[in-house]
């Protein structure tokens, strides 16, 4: 049942939706050219025929909206909807609400359709209000609000654009003589609805997308590519139509390169439906972790370089302005062949830089991130781990000298190495699961457990780079997370924004912490303060914890005090004030 509903679904949302731009298309371009159709021979037959296609494509709407309706509810609730008791279930959520209220709108638009002038304008209002609620059904609901306006106005630049497309196709076919003049008609709203389109799928391919790894690493990016590639298909279709087919058949007065051309771009526009409509079946890519498809990956941040800036700046400078002299020669006759010319000079300043330093080796869990939050519990997992499986190779501190070492003939790496700790934490998780060298790989292990040795080995770099003398690290050392709750239900954890206080206490029944956020009077008690208290004497390389230590907003520890008496008011406000006006920078947390 389930896989049956899963290859369903994109086939009924795709009908509903394909059908819902096609309604709405047609009627966009009724209005444009009812005028013109209504004296022009044979044009009065056409109206009537794009009538009875708009009152099928709500008919169609209805249909394939019922029929998405009763697969998405039988996925919802684990089994068929075969009562009215389930069926009112569906009806009351979300997704059932915004469903209904489209198919109330489209039945209202099909009986306004029945009539001529405003109300046929007030069918077209209500396509266009039915169209936007797409915000609201899809992946954009769940985002903020500029997401799902933008989701909203994709689909309404869609359906004017490609819905338009099959009324065009039949005055090319029916009307050839009159092609290029409503060719023409329809330019300006389609250059309108191009730019709403690319405007509005950079925006969802930021928040629903985010990075080049979720781009190709995922099933939901890789649709995206899918589906901006059909729309460069467009582009290049439309353009050809505008400065090629449209004058061609003006002068020849043969439509049938135009007709050809549209026919392929509505193909096109109904693959695009399709590929959306697959994209709803997957989770987005932001909430995926990327399976990387190359042997090689971008260097991370190599704009901060200033010989591979230096590198880019030498390519694409050129073809920058190579590219903006081109369109000028497209849109200026006057100016066509200079333009051109210009810019194939400015193309004979390119110079391609080796791409060998752009890029390192990849594996395929390189852009995968932990899971773990860095939590002290985790943490403690690991070095549990790491004791059992791997302190005979790598020493109980990691340093790569336990007591079987000596027997190999390389010695292991030192894993508490910043280097070593400061690699991607993909990369470690795949040398941990597949080996390394003479490290075998370790198959028993699953995901989780294999991150929180990944959260150890961080943690021992940390205590690599501290100081004990001045209680401070040379580098930048990740608090390990912990919650505490305070009074008023409040939840605190490090790196949410505000500097941080955290005591850890000792007595007969154990260790207990409590934070106080910035300059706040009520210390909150840390949940679990067992693990957080082990992991801070580790990474301050003591026995015991210390008595306080003060994070920045950013969640870096800063400093650190050995017992409550070293930590004089005076002290403690200085340095504090200092973490507080200099935070580190967080986009360089380990993930």
Not at 405 to 434: C, K, N, T, Y
Not at 520 to 535: F, K
């Amino acid at each position: 049942m389930d896989a049956l509903i899963g290859a369903a679904l994109p086939a009924a949302r795709w009908l509903h939706l394909a059908a819902l731009l096609s309604g709405l298309g047609i009627e966009a371009f009724r209005l444009l050219s009812q005028g013109p159709l209504a004296t022009t021979p044979g044009g009065q037959q056409l109206l009537h025929r794009l009538s009875s296609c708009s009152r099928l494509s709500l008919i169609l709407a209805l249909a394939g909206g019922a029929v998405w309706f009763w697969l998405q509810g039988s996925a919802m609730l684990g089994r068929p909807l075969d009562n009215l008791a389930s069926v009112a279930a569906i009806a009351e959520t979300r997704f059932g609400e915004v469903l209904l209220a489209r198919a109330g709108l489209l039945v209202l638009a099909g009986l306004l359709l029945r009539g001529e002038g405003a109300a046929r304008t007030g069918a077209l209002l209500l396509m266009t209000i039915a169209a936007l609620l797409q915000s609201l059904l899809g992946h954009g609901a769940a985002t903020g609000f500029w997401t799902t306006a933008a989701l909203g106005l994709h689909v309404l630049a869609a359906g004017l654009w490609l819905g338009a497309l099959p009324p065009l196709l039949a005055v090319c076919w029916l009307l050839p003589a009159q092609a290029p003049l409503f060719a023409r008609r329809f330019t300006p709203l389609g250059l309108a609805c191009v730019a709403v389109l690319a405007a509005t799928s950079v925006l969802q391919l930021q928040e629903l997308v985010g990075t080049l790894p979720g781009l190709m690493g995922t099933a939901y990016g890789q649709l995206a590519i899918v589906k901006i590639a059909l729309f460069g298909g467009l582009l290049l279709l439309a353009a050809a139509n505008r400065f090629r087919f449209v004058p061609a058949a003006a002068t020849s007065g043969s439509a049938r390169a135009l007709t050809l051309s549209i026919a392929t771009e509505t193909g096109f526009g109904l693959a695009i439906v399709a590929v959306a409509a697959a994209l709803a079946n997957e989770p987005p890519a932001i909430h995926e972790q990327p399976t990387w498809p190359f042997a090689l990956r971008p260097v991370p941040a190599f704009w901060d370089d200033a010989y591979l800036r230096d590198g880019l700046f030498r390519l694409l400078t050129p073809v920058a302005i190579a590219l903006a002299l081109f369109a000028t020669a497209l849109s200026l006759r006057k100016l066509r062949w200079p333009a051109l010319l210009a810019g194939a000079i400015a193309l004979a300043f390119v110079q391609i830089p080796p791409w060998r330093p752009y890029v390192v080796a990849a594996v395929p869990t390189s852009f995968q991130l932990s899971p773990t939050g860095y939590a002290a519990r985790s943490i403690a997992t690991g070095r549990d781990l790491f004791q059992r499986d791997c302190a005979s190779c790598h020493g109980a501190d990691a340093r790569g000298r336990g007591p079987v070492a000596v027997a190999q003939s390389v010695w292991p790496p030192d894993l508490s190495a910043p280097l070593i700790a400061g690699r991607p934490g993909g990369e470690l998780f795949w040398s941990i699961r597949h080996g390394s060298g003479p490290m075998p790989p370790s198959a028993q292990l699953d995901g989780a457990a294999i991150w929180s040795l990944i959260d150890f080995i961080r943690l021992r770099a940390g205590a690599r780079i501290f100081s004990p003398p001045e209680m401070r690290w040379s580098g930048a050392v990740r608090m390990p997370g912990f919650v505490a709750r305070c009074a008023d239900g409040t939840l605190v954890t490090p790196g949410s924004g505000a500097p941080l206080r955290v005591w850890i206490e000792r007595d007969a029944r154990g260790a207990g912490a409590r934070v106080q956020v910035d300059a706040a009077a009520e210390s909150c008690p840390v949940e679990d303060p067992e693990p957080l208290a082990a992991a801070l004497a580790e990474v301050t390389a003591s026995t015991t914890a210390p008595a306080l230590v003060l994070v920045d907003a950013n969640g870096w520890l800063r400093r650190a005090f050995k017992a409550e008496d070293s930590a004089a008011l005076d002290m403690v406000a200085s340095e504090f004030a200092e973490i507080r006006r200099r935070p580190l920078d967080g986009a360089a947390l380990h993930h």
